[in-house]
T-cell receptor, first 111, second 112 residues
């Protein structure tokens, strides 16, 4: 079936270190979305990438969409304790039009 | 604008019972999707409705059903509850089916 694999499952970093989470799809995506879920909260939309090779930045967050539109990454520079949470990618399948979520990467930041 | 609201927020049911969860989307949003979130399985897509029509369906048994009303409010129903149905049920609304999703706070369902 259509899957979006996300790695790593967990990441513990020291405050100030960088963090990256990766998503890979088994099929071509029409777009990819990223969400953040704080502990005890609900997912909150961060960004959507549509174009092949697209790169978008939000302050310390950098999002990339692969050339083949099958993979994506989220990179956080100099993590802060406010970055704690679970980061999900969600790929919109080119065929079938379903939005498939990755399993998420749990980020813990030690101060 | 008010966000997505879900009722009830918490629910405890017994195996074999049925449950109905409600979702009110952001005003003007016509797409409503439902997800099941569990620690082991992550966010699993249940179904999506747009203008009262089911547009997509996930891989869940027929015990899970939903509907959308003309005012875009949506309900999901789970019949013959099983212990494994204990989860956080999230509703998300969107202006269109390919736009970003705005999630509600969820309904925490516990089946005993």
């Amino acid at each position: 079936g259509q899957q979006v694999m996300q790695i790593p499952q967990y990441q513990h970093v020291q405050e100030g270190e960088d963090f990256t989470t990766y998503c890979n799809s088994s099929t071509t995506l029409s777009n990819i979305q990223w969400y953040k879920q704080r502990p005890g909260g609900h997912p909150v939309f961060l960004i959507q990438l549509v174009k092949s090779g697209e790169v978008k930045k939000q302050k310390r967050l950098t999002f990339q969409f692969g050339e083949a539109k099958k993979n994506s990454s989220l990179h956080i520079t100099a993590t802060q304790t406010t970055d704690v949470g679970t980061y999900f990618c969600a790929g919109k399948m080119e065929y079938g039009n379903k939005l498939v979520f990755g399993a998420g990467t749990i980020l813990r930041v030690k101060s | 604008k008010a966000g997505v609201t879900q009722t009830p927020r918490y629910l405890i049911k017994t195996r074999g019972q049925q449950v109905t969860l409600s979702c009110s989307p952001i005003s003007g949003h016509r797409s409503v999707s439902w997800y099941q979130q569990t620690p082991g399985q992550g966010l699993q897509f249940l179904f999506e409705y747009f203008s009262e029509t089911q547009r997509n369906k996930g891989n869940f048994p027929g015990r899970f059903s939903g509907r959308q009303f003309s005012n875009s409010r949506s309900e999901m129903n789970v019949s013959t509850l099983e212990l494994g149905d204990s989860a956080l049920y999230l509703c998300a609304s969107s202006p269109r089916t390919d736009y970003e999703q705005y999630f509600g706070p969820g309904t925490r369902l516990t089946v005993t």
